[in-house]
Structures are given as C-alpha cells and as structure tokens.
C-alpha cells in the first residue's frame, strides 16, 4: 500500500486511520501486507530499521538519494522514504503559506520509491494506491518498469477517499515529477488546461475503487464528480465501493480509557455518566437533562457546517438544547460557532482545535452527533457514534446513507437549512420519548462496522485481478 499517511505515524484524516487498520486485518487473513509513506520530519525513525542507504529514485532526467527505514507496528511493516530536502520539513502538505509548490515532485518521488522497495525489499503483486498522491504509480508500473521482472504480473488498486482533491499541477512541471509531455498530450493526466495526478491514477489502474457503495454512484454524476464523473462512467466496470471499517480497539466504549464511566450494550448505564462528566468539564452539569449534541470534525465547506447556522438559534434557543463543538477550519464556520458560543454561554461550547480524548468523551457523553456533510465519501464518526450510543443526525449522502438507517439515527436528503431544521426536529421529539430513544440507542451499539469484513472484500478483489 502506498500512501501520503498511515496512523499513529503522520495523521491529517481518515486516510491515515484506513491506513493503520486495513494493513494488519489483511495480514491477519493470511496476506502478505507492508505500507510505504514518507518520512515526514516528525515521525522519529531513531528507533527504526534502516532497510536500505541511498536508494536512487529518478525523476525529471535526474535522482534523489533516499534512505528506506522500516517499522514494525501492529505485525505490520511500515516502509518510511527518507529524503531530507522533499519530506523533512514541519507540514506534511504545506505551511501557514499554503500548499507546497513541489508536491507533485514529492509524491512522484514516493511512487518511484515505493517500486524501488517492491524490486528489493518487498516483492509486490498488488500495489494498492490511496488518494491523488499515489496516482503516478499505475502510470510509471504499466509504463515504465514493463520490462523489469520483478514487477511481472503486477496489478493494481486505485482507491479514491476523496474526489475532491485531485493533485492538479501545471502542464510545464509534469516532467519535475517524471511523466512525459506525451502523458499529457493523449489525455491520460490532462485535466482542464491543468494536470491531474489523480487521474493518472483512474486511467492506469486495473481497479478503482472508494469507500462507500453510495460514493461510488454518486461521483459518476455531475453534482459529485467534480468534472471526473465522464471517466469515472467510461470506466464503471473497474470500480467498486468498499466501505471504511471502524477500529474497535480504539474505539470502544467497553475499554475506552479516556471515559468517567465504561459502558456496554449489556451494561449501559454508563452512558449517563459519560453525559454528566462532559457537561461537568464545561460547568454545564445543570443541563443533564437536555438534549446533547455532539461535533467533531474538520470545520470545512465539505462538512457542512455553515448549514447549522441557519438553525442554531431554534436549537438552542427556544428549543433548549446544548452543544458541544471540537474542531477547526474555514475562518466563516469558525466565527459562526465563536458567535453562537458567546450567545449562548450555557448552551454552545466551541473548542478550536484537536483533542484526542475530548473527542472520544463527546463521542461517549452525547446524546445526538451532528454530520451535515455536503458530501462524504465514508465517514467513521458516525459508526464510532454508533457504538457509543451516540444517535447520528447525518445527510444522506455517500457513507452516512449507507451506514445509517431509521433504526439507528437521523437522516435528511436535501442540502438545505428547513430539511436540517425539520430532521433535528424530529430528533430531538425522539429524545423525549426516552423508552424509544434507548431502544435505538442499544440497537446502534449492536452494529457492526469492523474492519474484517472490509479487509475480506479487499483481499477478494485482489485474488480476481491476479486471476484476470
């Protein structure tokens, strides 16, 4: 697998989470599985295998030198590309200035990498590439490594977490990153006057596939494709959406260190305690008895949250509810929760920022967790709120339909402030009846989102392409 992330090694999203869960369920079927990411500079190697010295990755009619380290986690290998002057700088992405400019030199040179390591460390038959920084790996196999041995039957997996980001860069740095002029001109990277280092990815692939089934139909239309639908339909035979497990290891309330109370579908009466030490935290305790609503997310136009504006007055006004935000992002959605937070001292908390155990005690201490994504491609709040009895309140879009039903929690369909308003309504008149709501609550604790059945697809499809 190779990928720009992979917990608990470097971590901006979900990406990093599918990267440290999947690898050791497919090795826990039988299957050989090893990661290759770049060694940013905050991931400490000093404790690490050195694998490999000056390993030489050509790009652009010239090299770098990397030095390859290996970790063992979870009975996993974990490859580390250490290059000093492309990954040894304080953001994985970019700065306070914005994206770096040489990113598509960056995840070029983990491509060509990531081959070099399947040529002398780690014989590979399937490469399966994550998201627009591994696109130029199916580009550089089908075309440039045709006569190496090594690499004789190799097939690989493109999976796409989030269409969104596409790697685009200017026609005149595709040959930094080492793809020919040509690669352009046939229309393999080109991409509306710019290049695509995703789509490199979609056309040379011998599988696409994406994290949800509702994702998969949703990007072959307009509204969702972000201009990529066309070759996503072209193409409809090879893609396949395979849901995101949950970690259960660390997500569960049975076990979960960071809780007042642990809890369980057998004994849930922690829960409650959960609700009274969360609101303690914040000198709430007083409002045990009113709704609870819960937010953890990045603060981004994709997720929503400019929506519940429209609606926050009523919720926590006359409606009398309390919520609880944790997260950062646009500066309008973050100045947005700010205002509310100072309207309603009582009633709205808004954290800025990350806190991994605040996370987990919102997770376990609310009654209702708010998701109104424009769209999500999976999404796993929404299955660690399932197991923490934490009823959903989600658009119905992409992973978040596929993952909730009426059993469970809350869906709306439209994007639009009276079709939140009238779900959240309705959610909240379910809180009163307090016999139904935890008769859901314990039927959501029930559901089973791990790992294993999505690693057990995933190991599938792989034995179907070594078999084509």
């Known amino acids: 697998m190779v990928s720009s992330e992979a917990a608990p090694f470097a971590k901006t999203g979900g990406l990093a989470d599918v990267l440290g869960a999947l690898p050791p369920e497919l090795n826990a079927l039988g299957d050989e599985c090893a990661v290759v990411l770049p060694r940013y500079g905050a991931i400490d190697v000093s404790k690490a295998e050195k694998v490999y010295e000056r390993m030489r990755v050509y790009l652009g009619g010239g090299f770098y030198e990397c030095d390859i380290f290996k970790i063992v986690h979870r009975g996993t290998p974990f490859f580390f590309v250490d290059q000093l002057g492309l990954y040894g700088r304080d953001g994985f992405y970019g700065d306070r200035y914005g994206e770096y400019g040489d990113n598509h030199v960056r995840y070029a040179a983990l491509c060509a990498a990531a081959l070099g390591i399947a040529r002398y460390l780690f014989p590979t038959q399937i490469f399966h590439c994550h998201d627009w920084q591994a ?40 040959w930094d990153a080492g793809v020919e002029d040509r690669f ?17 990815g979609l056309v040379y692939a011998d599988a696409l596939t994406t994290v949800s089934k509702r994702y998969a139909a949703e990007i072959q239309t307009p509204e969702y494709g972000f201009g990529m639908d066309g070759l996503l339909r072209a193409r409809s035979g090879a893609l396949e959406g395979i849901l995101n497990g949950c970690d ?3 997500w569960n309330p049975e076990t979960d260190s960071y809780l007042a109370s642990n809890y369980s579908v057998a004994k849930p009466a922690g829960k409650a305690d959960c609700k009274l030490a969360l609101l303690s935290e914040f000198g709430m305790e007083k409002r045990v008895t009113r709704p609870l609503i819960g937010v953890v997310s990045r603060l981004a ?13 009523e919720m ?22 700010n205002h509310y937070a100072a309207k309603y001292p009582d009633r709205l908390v808004f954290w800025r920022g990350y806190n991994n155990g605040l996370a987990h005690r919102i997770e376990a201490g609310s009654d209702l967790f708010l998701m109104p994504s424009r769209y999500e491609p999976c999404g796993l709040n929404q299955m660690y709120s399932l197991r923490y009895g934490t009823l959903p309140v989600v658009r119905a879009t992409g992973g978040l339909d596929d993952t909730i039903d009426s059993e469970t929690g809350f869906k709306f369909w439209r994007f639009e402030s009276w079709d939140l308003a009238e779900c959240l309504r309705y959610a909240l008149s379910v809180y009163a009846d307090q016999t139904r709501f935890r008769t859901m609550q314990l039927t959501a604790m029930g559901r089973d989102y791990s790992w294993a059945k999505s690693a057990q697809k995933y190991s599938d499809l792989y034995r179907q392409l070594l078999e084509s």
């Open 301 to 313: 136009h994709q997720k929503g949250f400019d929506l519940v504006g429209t609606v926050l007055d």
């Open 248 to 250: 259960y290891d660390e």
């Open 184 to 200: 352009y001109a046939n229309g393999s990277v080109e991409f509306n006057g710019a290049a695509s280092l995703l789509k490199a």
């Open 316 to 337: 926590l006004g006359w409606r009398d509810s309390t919520m609880i935000v944790l997260g950062s992002g646009d500066a309008e959605v973050e100045s947005m929760f």
């Open 135 to 174: 696109g130029l790996l199916p580009l550089f196999l089908r075309n440039f490594v045709t006569g190496d041995p090594a690499f004789y039957g190799a097939k690989t997996v493109f999976t796409i977490h989030n269409l969104g980001y596409q790697g685009l860069v200017s026609r005149s740095k595709l």
